[in-house]
C-alpha cells in the first residue's frame, strides 16, 4: 500500500469533526487534534479544516518524520502498522514498539544486538528489522511481528482505560479498529 491509499484509509476511519467530552485531544477533525493542527501551523475553526491538510499532516508528521517510510522499504505492512498505531498513540509509541518486539524477538541477542527503546527508528532499528526478516522469512517473520506490535498495542490500550476511566469510552472502539 502507499501512504496516500494508507493516509485516505486513516481519514476514513476517524471520520469527520468530533469533541468528545472524555476525549483529551480535544476538537479533531480526521483525527487530527487541535494541538497538532496548530503545531502544523492550521490557525482556522478544527471544524474547517481541509482534508488536504489533514493529509499533508499525517504524511509529514506521522510517516516521513518518524521514518516509518524506511521501513516501508523492508515491509510494507508493519509500516503500515506503525503508521496507524501513530496517528492514534504518537509516533514514538509506534517506534518503541517495534523496538520493543524486535528486541524481545532477537533470540537473547543471537541474531542481533537488543535495540534501546527510544521511540527513533534510526540505523540499528533498520538493521535490526532487515536480519530479522531475513532469518525468519518475509511472511513468517512479517506476521510474527505485527501480532506482537498488536499485542504490545492492546495491552496499552488496556492499561491506559484502566488508568483513566474516562477512557472506557473509547476502548472498544480501539480494540475493534485498531488492532489486527
Do not use: C
Request: net charge neutral; charged share 25%.
Amino acid at each position: 500500500m502507499e501512504i496516500d491509499d494508507l493516509i485516505d484509509a486513516l481519514i476514513e476511519r476517524e471520520g469527520g469533526y468530533a469533541n468528545h467530552p472524555s476525549d483529551r485531544g480535544g476538537p479533531t477533525k480526521y483525527g487530527i487534534t487541535e494541538a497538532v493542527a496548530r503545531a502544523h501551523g492550521y490557525a482556522g475553526a478544527m471544524r474547517d479544516l481541509p482534508r488536504d491538510e489533514a493529509a499533508a499532516i499525517y504524511k509529514r508528521l506521522y510517516w516521513l518524520r518518524p521514518r516509518f517510510d524506511q521501513v516501508a522499504k523492508r515491509s510494507g505492512a508493519v509500516a503500515a502498522e506503525l503508521f496507524d498505531t501513530g496517528a492514534n498513540m504518537g509516533p514514538a509509541v509506534a517506534a518503541t514498539f517495534l523496538q520493543r518486539a524486535l528486541s524481545a524477538l532477537n533470540r537473547d541477542r543471537k541474531d542481533y544486538a537488543d535495540l534501546v527503546p527510544d521511540g527513533r527508528i534510526g540505523a540499528a532499528t533498520l538493521a535490526a528489522l532487515d536480519t530479522f526478516l531475513q532469518l525468519r522469512g518475509k511472511t513468517t517473520g512479517e506476521s510474527v511481528l505485527l501480532r506482537a506490535l498488536d499485542a504490545l498495542q492492546g495491552e496499552r490500550y488496556i492499561r491506559l482505560a484502566e488508568r483513566r476511566p474516562a477512557n472506557e469510552a473509547f476502548l472498544y472502539g480501539w480494540l475493534a479498529n485498531r488492532i489486527g
